[in-house]
């Protein structure tokens, strides 16, 4: 999909385009961190309306189940501005200085200085780039406040290691992404969720599953492929009625199933990158089941 395929109306079309141009000379030391066009989806309004939220300044929360493609999805976004992605991967470990940055004692002839090493968020805001936080509901509740400035109205925020203010420029902006109900995250607080706009990102499924599948997987079997299209609509729909976990239907552990499979027997390979990620006998029973019924 290109930019002209998002049906934007003609004024954000050409707020993009005309992004697009101003970030050409600005963004240099940084097109390593510009995302590819690795996500599809049957939904074009997917796309569309991120894209709309982010042209406005909105900041963006994607949220749908593990494997959906939500970083997929963020890096696309990326691709589509042009934008550098700077990257934030939460967990209970997560702290200002992870964030922020932090100090660190450099040494220059004979003489020691003590020098402030720029975090994500740091990055994105001082260069007005995009930030990508993952698996934000993951963080401890106590971490992420520190960012409540930078993602509403003000777009500031105090470094508690220089005492700086710090105001974003002009094209900061944040994706972020959340797994509800995944073991080990906790519920977003109000004041923080109400700084986002959300867009849910389900499963891919059918004709554009199989697509992707074509285009992305080593395995190029068509009557194969279409088989794994079938066992994750199985897995999906198994996963609705609470029978399995969010992981077994991951499009991610697929992609890499499929992958496999042209190396090795496709239940094998199912084996390798679903079942044997799963720690409940029942699940892995079951999808082992699912599997003898579509694959020799």
Same mark, same amino acid.
């Given at each position: 999909?290109?930019?002209?395929?998002?049906?934007?109306?003609?004024?954000?079309?050409?707020?993009?385009?005309?992004?697009?141009?101003? !970030?050409?000379?600005?963004?240099?030391?940084?097109?390593?961190?510009?995302?590819?066009?690795?996500?599809?989806?049957?939904?074009?309004?997917?796309?569309?309306?991120?894209?709309?939220?982010?042209?406005?300044?909105?900041?963006?929360?994607?949220?749908?189940?593990?494997?959906?493609?939500?970083?997929?999805?963020?890096?696309?976004?990326?691709?589509?501005?042009? +934008?550098?992605?700077?990257?934030?991967?939460?967990?209970?470990?997560?702290?200002?200085?992870?964030? !922020?940055?932090?100090?660190?004692?450099?040494?220059?002839?004979?003489?020691?200085?003590?020098? #402030?090493?720029?975090?994500?968020?740091?990055?994105?805001?001082?260069?007005?780039? #995009?930030?990508?936080?993952?698996?934000?509901?993951?963080?401890?509740?106590?971490?992420?406040?520190?960012?409540?400035?930078?993602?509403?109205?003000?777009?500031?925020?105090?470094?508690?290691?220089?005492?700086?203010?710090?105001?974003?420029?002009?094209?900061?902006?944040?994706?972020?992404?959340?797994?509800?109900?995944?073991?080990?995250?906790?519920?977003?607080?109000?004041?923080?969720?109400?700084?986002?706009?959300?867009?849910?990102?389900?499963?891919?499924?059918?004709?554009?599953?199989?697509?992707?599948?074509?285009?992305?997987?080593? +395995?190029?079997?068509?009557?194969?492929?279409?088989?794994?299209? +079938?066992?994750?609509?199985? !897995?999906? +729909?198994?996963?609705?009625?609470?029978?399995?976990?969010?992981?077994?239907?991951?499009?991610?552990?697929?992609?890499?199933?499929?992958? !496999?499979?042209?190396?090795?027997?496709?239940?094998?390979?199912?084996?390798?990158?679903?079942?044997?990620?799963?720690?409940?006998?029942?699940?892995?029973?079951?999808?082992?089941?699912?599997?003898?019924?579509?694959?020799?």
């Amino acid at each position: 999909m290109s930019i002209d395929d998002l049906n934007l109306p003609n004024g954000l079309l050409e707020k993009l385009k005309n992004f697009r141009n101003n !970030l050409l000379n600005r963004t240099s030391d940084y097109q390593h961190l510009i995302g590819n066009k690795g996500y599809t989806s049957e939904n074009q309004e997917i796309v569309s309306d991120a894209v709309i939220a982010l042209l406005m300044g909105k900041n963006v929360l994607l949220k749908g189940p593990t494997g959906s493609g939500k970083t997929k999805l963020a890096e696309y976004l990326s691709f589509l501005f042009q +934008q550098p992605l700077h990257s934030i991967n939460c967990s209970v470990d997560l702290d200002a200085e992870a964030l !922020l940055g932090h100090k660190t004692i450099t040494y220059e002839n004979g003489h020691s200085e003590i020098e #402030f090493i720029p975090g994500p968020v740091t990055k994105a805001a001082v260069n007005g780039h #995009f930030l990508y936080i993952d698996e934000i509901n993951v963080s401890k509740p106590e971490t992420l406040p520190i960012l409540n400035g930078i993602l509403d109205y003000r777009r500031t925020v105090t470094n508690p290691f220089t005492g700086e203010l710090l105001k974003a420029s002009e094209g900061f902006n944040v994706i972020a992404a959340i797994n509800e109900g995944y073991i080990g995250t906790v519920p977003l607080n109000e004041a923080l969720k109400n700084r986002f706009v959300v867009i849910e990102v389900p499963y891919i499924q059918g004709d554009t599953l199989y697509e992707m599948l074509l285009n992305q997987s080593e +395995q190029k079997d068509e009557e194969l492929l279409k088989s794994f299209v +079938q066992f994750s609509a199985d !897995l999906v +729909q198994q996963t609705s009625t609470g029978q399995l976990s969010e992981d077994a239907a991951s499009i991610r552990a697929l992609l890499d199933a499929a992958d !496999l499979s042209a190396y090795m027997p496709p239940k094998r390979a199912i084996q390798r990158a679903v079942t044997d990620k799963l720690e409940d006998q029942r699940e892995r029973t079951l999808i082992h089941n699912i599997a003898d019924t579509l694959f020799l």
